[in-house]
């Protein structure tokens, strides 16, 4: 490998950049990509006969009716994209095999009740014990916030804390799931962020893997989904997405220890946690059910009403979201080149994917 790209890899901050890992993340991203961006017309074609569709109108923004399965595209690049990386270079540490089909798992469960839901209607109650099932399964195989304060509730504070996290992105992600490209724009983002964290570290590479997968399904699915979107993620994605996400922020190096521990990380997912939070505290002050009850509420919502177009308000967020991103990469220490290339990469990609849509639309 020639000497100046070794150089580049260890400025970026890349654990081994004279091995071969480095290579793998690439190829699954590029594969994830490419995967997703070819599969998702014939998702959209087969959902459109099957009747797989969501009305529009509501806190949805499109007119008519609308597939709702591309969460299924997102899917199929991310798991095949990781079944190529494993064939080329198997994953040989037990920990890590064990928390990436764990992480897998979970999402596959909610991937699952996602498009149930999205299809015939599920209760509140329903999806959320099927959310706290996958995340029961990923505190159990080591994906965990690890609570240390040494007292003897440490072990439920850890519970406790890995639930609320991992089920409230989930549902974060799913609510701000209200207009074409949004949320899979900051997936896309956060994906790209959390991947230049995990890899100064080798010890991390299940999350290094698991999110170019997640970075590349994202980047292949928004060239169909940006506005006029030809198919929307449904809650099958959201979820999918929202979990693996999650799971990835945590996986191998939160430690709680100070009330303000979790903030570097919860940055990442800045934007949604605050507009599910927002909407959740004042839907329960309006004595309704925040689970339950549909409305346009949301940030999107009010930034439509006060006159922003569709694309204006999606980049807005976009752009809030890039930049507690690296405001996170920046808390954590990441180095300041990585920090920059991170910023770059994911508004690259954004760029390259807007432009390729706005030229078809």
Do not use: C
């Not at 990436?100 to 959320?128: H, K």
């Not at 993620?233 to 220890?257: C, E, N, P, Q, R």
Request: glycine share 10%; hydrophobic share 55%; charged share 10%.
């Amino acid at each position: 490998m020639p000497e100046a790209l070794v150089r580049l890899l260890a400025d970026l901050g890349v654990a081994d950049p004279a091995g071969s890992g480095w290579k793998v993340v690439m190829l699954t991203f590029f594969l994830a990509a490419l995967i997703t961006w070819r599969f998702t017309p014939r998702v959209r074609a087969f959902a459109l006969k099957a009747g797989w569709a969501d009305e529009g109108g509501g806190r949805r923004q499109h007119q008519g009716r609308l597939p709702n399965a591309g969460g299924l595209a997102v899917y199929a690049g991310v798991v095949a994209s990781l079944a190529i990386a494993g064939l080329i270079r198997p994953i040989v540490v037990d920990d890590v095999l064990i928390q990436l089909l764990a992480i897998l798992l979970g999402g596959t469960l909610l991937l699952f009740v996602g498009f149930l839901d999205d299809q015939f209607g599920l209760s509140p109650w329903l999806r959320l014990g099927a959310q706290t099932l996958a995340a029961l399964l990923t505190y159990g195989a080591g994906v965990r916030i690890e609570a240390a304060f040494g007292s003897p509730l440490d072990p439920a504070l850890s519970l406790l804390l890995t639930w609320l996290w991992l089920v409230g992105i989930t549902n974060a992600m799913n609510l701000i799931d209200g207009l074409d490209g949004l949320a899979g724009g900051i997936a896309l983002i956060t994906a790209v962020g959390l991947l230049f964290a995990s890899a100064q570290f080798e010890t991390r590479a299940a999350a290094t893997l698991i999110l170019a997968a997640l970075a590349g399904a994202a980047l292949g699915f928004l060239r169909h989904n940006l506005p006029p979107s030809k198919i929307i993620m449904g809650d099958a994605g959201a979820y999918f997405f929202g979990f693996v996400l999650a799971s990835a922020a945590i996986l191998g190096y939160v430690k709680v220890t100070t009330v303000f521990s979790l903030v570097p990380v919860a940055l990442f997912l800045a934007v949604p946690i605050l507009d599910t939070s927002w909407v959740f505290i004042r839907r329960l002050l309006s004595g309704k059910n925040p689970l339950s009850t549909p409305g346009r509420d949301h940030l999107h919502h009010r930034l439509l009403a006060r006159g922003l177009s569709t694309w204006r308000t999606v980049l807005l967020l976009w752009g809030l979201t890039l930049l507690a991103n690296l405001l996170a990469l920046w808390l954590q220490g990441i180095p300041a080149p990585a920090i920059a290339a991170s910023g770059l990469t994911a508004a690259g990609l954004l760029a390259f994917v807007s432009w390729r849509r706005r030229r078809e639309a």
